[in-house]
């Protein structure tokens, strides 16, 4: 619902902000902004983006609010003329909070990018009225320029300007409520502010151009008094606040590998980016540079309490991987290729080398892990979704095991490189919201299980020696060629999480849950843990690559690059200072307060849990943002809460929240929550398809595989690399951005590609090889033989399944054992009609619970015929006149010798 404020026209305003005319704007922008989000909800496309697998898939969407991948990003409503003018104007620097009473310049640059030359510039300071909380603020931000009824003078801008030059000058932002030439600022609050540029181009009138908008913090003379004064003898409760601090890069490393062992398999990267990164003065380098200035020592012990590092366990891994040297390629030799013979390497010689070259990044890896390592040590660390991966993405795959990667392998990856504890069970969904689906399968995030079983792979075996219940229906198909959408619910209610799990989610996206405080139900031991989602989605626009975040209101989502970066750091750094203000609650003290005891405060503050954008943040947007959280810590507008703190409910909220939700599967109509609003940053279905298929079919795979006691290596090891570049495909980074979605599926497209291309190796290399002629039986009895073969690094117990004609029965031996990169020749009998004379055999090699797993193979048999009769009498006649034969001579011999006696 759009906000509307009323404020008096100050007596040098424009066009006041309550008139009629302001109102049908209002009202027209809310009703475009209605019909909009209408239109997304009812067309909800899939988007053209990601490898459709197979032809004729089944294509569907779980939740009617989610969007195809090309709708919703802009609002075309919001800021018409700004978009579509080619003048810009832009800060040249944050501002800074701005002390009441004060006067203070601002540096603007105006730039030319249209074709024709821009004259008469002048700019001026606008400003609308003071907003509450952070939700407003956005609405104010993009209202329409008759909002901005307080202003500044005009500034002429030097000029003309022609096409591609550009001009600085210096505005004065006066906030002394006395002055004619002031903003009419009474009292401190936080103000959305508006750079109004006027100008002629060619040879058009003197008109508006364009504007550049931030929220403007104006403080008290007491530095760092908070907007809004409590009343005289109460005492204000200053609210908890905890920030993540998020390490996330591209690692690049190429897709399709597989495990190894005793030693790790070699680390192939595609490019040296990451090196770039880790070395001084690049960006993770900075990043942490940045944390650890800001955490050390004293003054930064308040600071190290309230954040936590939100690691992406991939990032973590593969630097920890590159200190053992790494080499950069594009192409991974396959693992089941077999030695090549001496003429083929001569061959191999002439032709072209693949290019590859050693990593330089070696050293600076290992300088920045152990830094790192020693931070860690000394505070809170969380592992995000591996590789950033969209959790509500990977649960609509339907597979479990890939599911569990996502959810619990960074806990452990975190644990063992940087010996430190992780915050467990609690889960950072990157989107920022959770389908009734994906929280069916939250329980699998439950890492503090008594019985130990807390990684994927102890889970596999231990439901292997139970029998493990296949994650879909065996069919003639392997699971690479299935065009079936998967059932994103678990078949059944998985058991509840004895120690609960925890999600952190925006406000906004637990519409329909029961909700206590910050806390709310989404099913049996899940609790979901509520942020602001206004306060997110303002921080998701800073930096160099801002977002436009699922959780946004349709009304609000216009071009961030509209503004600056500097005005929308400014921007961010005032909402979080709002959000905190906001969060206060005051405290009636002395007798008589009713409903109170002396000193008490009527109801403690939400604490406020800050979520900055995980993207590649500019290293210093990331420190302002965190230098703005210590500044409200050391002035005591806020008091440091650790991350634990902040998400974990006590008994009685659980045990009540547990109480009001149903339990699980698929009942999507009894748990209402999620995606708020058209979510346009949803991989496709044509993704989610193509990982289903793979992840599927690499549990087929490895569940035909058989751990050996003399091999190091095990089955799951060997697989659980490509289940991981899976999730690589699925991530949130690169996704929520306009401009880059596009670029985002055309690599989740290369990589689930490359991995096709290996899981098609790995299904080649175990087969049944069949003869390669027609198989001519003498008699029924006669033995069907073919060959096994296994490329696989592990030995490999199949069943051979068949397909033939009507009356056909063909007795297979129960179990298939393959020896690990061997073979072996078996033979099978078969019933088979005599007509027609050629009968051919379709042969599959399967796992033990009937998923197919190799291609299909002919073999055709010549049962009977003519010929075959004729050759089996004259077989039988031989016999026959062979066996008179030896029986005659037999005789003779006896006779003779007994006449020689």
């Known amino acids: 619902m759009t906000i509307l404020s009323e404020f008096p026209r100050s007596p040098a305003s424009g066009p006041a902000v309550g008139r009629p005319g302001h109102r049908r704007v209002r009202r027209v922008r809310a009703l475009t902004g209605a019909v909009l989000a209408a239109a997304l909800v009812t067309a909800a496309p899939v988007g053209p983006s990601g490898p459709l697998p197979v032809a004729g898939a089944q294509i569907h969407r779980e939740h009617p609010l989610v969007a195809g991948p090309a709708d919703g990003w802009r609002n075309p409503s919001i800021r018409e003329n700004d978009a579509t003018s080619g003048v810009e104007v832009r800060l040249t620097a944050p501002v800074g909070a701005v002390e009441l009473g004060s006067r203070q310049l601002v540096g603007v640059t105006v730039v030319n990018h249209s074709e024709e030359v821009v004259d008469e510039l002048s700019l001026r300071i606008q400003r609308a009225a003071g907003v509450p909380d952070t939700a407003a603020a956005r609405v104010a931000l993009t209202d329409d320029q008759s909002a901005y ?97 998020p390490l996330t890069a591209r690692t690049g490393l190429v897709a399709g590998e597989t495990g190894e062992a005793p030693l790790r398999a070699p680390l192939l990267l595609e490019d ?129 095991w890939l599911i569990r990667e996502a959810l619990t392998r960074g806990t452990s990856v975190v644990a063992e490189v940087l010996g430190t504890e992780p915050e467990r069970n609690l889960v950072i969904p990157l989107s920022g919201y959770v389908t009734g689906s994906t929280t069916d399968w939250l329980p699998l995030a439950d890492t503090t299980t008594e019985t130990g079983v807390d990684d994927p792979e102890s889970a596999w075996e231990a439901l292997q020696r139970e029998g493990l219940p296949t994650v879909r229906r065996p069919t003639d198909t392997a699971a690479l060629e299935d065009p079936t959408m998967p059932d994103p619910y678990p078949r059944e209610p998985l058991p509840t999480p004895a120690n609960g799990v925890r999600v952190l989610v925006t406000d906004n996206s637990v519409w329909d849950a029961p909700v206590r405080g910050r806390f709310a139900g989404l099913g049996p031991g899940v609790t979901g843990v509520t942020y602001q989602g206004s306060l997110a989605a303002t921080l998701a626009a800073t930096g160099p690559e801002p977002l436009t975040v699922g959780y946004s209101n349709p009304e609000t989502r216009h071009d961030p690059n509209l503004d600056s970066g500097p005005a929308r750091l400014t921007t961010g750094i005032t909402a979080i200072r709002l959000a905190v203000d906001a969060a206060r609650t005051t405290a009636p003290s002395g007798e008589g307060a009713p409903g109170t005891e002396e000193g008490q405060s009527v109801t403690p503050p939400e604490p406020v849990i800050i979520v900055p954008p995980v993207a590649p943040a500019s290293p210093s947007d990331s420190a302002a943002l965190l230098g703005t959280v210590a500044d409200l810590l050391s002035s005591g507008r806020a008091r440091p ?121 790995l299904q080649s290399s175990v087969a049944l090889l069949p003869p390669g002629y027609v198989y001519t039986r003498v008699s029924q009895s006669s033995p069907l033989l073919i060959v096994a073969r296994n490329g696989l690094p592990l030995p490999v117990d199949g069943r051979i ?101």
């Open 801 to 901: 399944s068949y397909q033939g004609p009507p009356g056909s029965v063909v007795h297979v031996p129960e179990q298939l054992w393959i020896p690990a990169k061997g073979s072996i020749m078996t033979q099978m009998t078969a019933d088979l009609p005599t007509r027609p004379d050629q009968v051919t055999l379709v042969l599959r090699l399967s796992g033990s619970q009937g998923s197919v797993v190799s291609d299909p193979v002919e073999i055709t048999v010549q049962t009977q015929g003519p010929l075959i009769g004729l050759l089996g009498r004259l077989l039988i006649g031989l016999l026959v006149i062979t066996l008179i034969v030896r029986l005659i001579r037999t005789r003779i011999v006896r006779r003779l010798r007994g006449t020689g006696d």
């Open 149 to 245: 009824g307080y202003t500044g003078p005009f500034t002429d801008v030097p000029g003309p300007l022609r096409p591609g030059e550009q001009v600085t000058v210096s505005l004065p932002v006066d906030t002394d409520p006395t002055s004619a030439g002031g903003l009419d600022i009474a009292a401190p609050g936080v103000y959305p502010v508006m750079v109004n540029l006027n100008g002629r181009p060619g040879t058009g009138i003197v008109s508006y151009l364009t504007s550049e908008r931030f929220l403007l913090s104006v403080t008290g003379p007491e530095t760092g008094r908070p907007h809004t004064p409590a009343p005289e003898g109460d005492r204000v409760e200053v609210p908890g606040v905890t920030m993540l601090w």
């Open 272 to 400: 040296d980016d990451l090196a770039e990164q880790l070395e001084e003065g690049g960006r993770l380098d900075q990043l942490l540079d940045a944390y650890v200035d800001a955490t050390s020592g004293e003054a930064g012990t308040a600071l190290r309490d309230a954040t936590c590092l939100a690691l992406d366990p991939q990032l973590i891994e593969v630097v920890d991987r590159m200190r053992d040297g790494y080499t950069v390629t594009t192409e991974r030799p396959s693992p089941v290729a077999g030695t090549p013979r001496l003429r083929d390497s001569w061959r191999a010689d002439s032709d072209s080398p693949r290019p590859e070259q050693a990593g330089s990044g070696t050293v600076a890896a290992a300088n920045w892990l152990e830094r790192l390592r020693t931070v860690a040590e000394q505070g809170c660390t969380v592992a995000l979704p591996w590789a950033g991966a969209d959790i509500n993405a990977v649960t609509r795959t339907g597979n479990q």
């Open 641 to 761: 809460l650790s991350l634990h703190e902040a998400t974990t409910p006590d008994p009685d909220t659980r045990t009540v929240l547990d109480r009001s939700v149903p339990p699980g599967t698929g009942d999507t109509g009894s748990r209402r929550f999620g995606a708020p609003f058209p979510d346009p940053s949803v991989p496709s279905d044509r993704e989610i398809l193509a990982a289903a298929q793979q992840s599927n079919y690499m549990n087929d795979l490895t569940q035909l595989m058989v751990n050996d006691p003399g091999i190091a290596l095990t089955r799951y090891e060997f697989m659980r690399p490509l289940m991981l570049d899976l999730l690589r495909g699925l991530t949130v980074i690169g996704r929520r951005n306009a401009e880059g979605y596009a670029a985002a599926t055309e690599r989740a497209d290369h990589l689930f590609t490359l991995n096709r291309e290996m899981l098609e190796k």
